[in-house]
């Protein structure tokens, strides 16, 4: 059975725990659900997760350690180094705003 790719841009430590998080930038995508199987695609890495939560939140809601946990935060980056990070991720000029509106999914792996 195939299933809907989420992609990541790097190797993440994270993707090496059995569960794991990421934020995802509303885009027009479509949104992956609660129980829906993924496959998980990064430059070496690529496995079957189950989405086991996922939420709608604003930027500023996210608290900094969620933010450092998910960008892999390096001691002494402000909020807005994290948000610059995360940009980079996305083919936009234009880091996120603490207005802006994200998904953040709750993975398994499979």
Do not use: H
Not at 31 to 54: C, G, H
Not at 67 to 96: I, S, V, W
Not at 97 to 107: A, F, G, S
């Amino acid at each position: 059975m195939r299933f809907r790719t989420m992609d990541f841009s790097q190797d993440w430590k994270k993707l090496d725990d059995r569960v794991f998080a990421t934020i995802r930038i509303q885009k027009g995508e479509m949104k992956f659900s609660p129980d829906e199987n993924v496959e998980i695609v990064s430059p070496r890495k690529k496995f079957n997760a189950n989405v086991l939560y996922s939420c709608t939140t604003k930027m500023k809601d996210i608290p900094m350690t969620f933010l450092q946990y998910d960008l892999e935060g390096k001691k002494g980056e402000t909020r807005r180094d994290l948000y610059n990070k995360l940009a980079k991720r996305y083919a936009r000029n234009d880091p996120p705003e603490d207005k802006d509106t994200v998904i953040i999914y709750l993975l398994e792996r499979l």
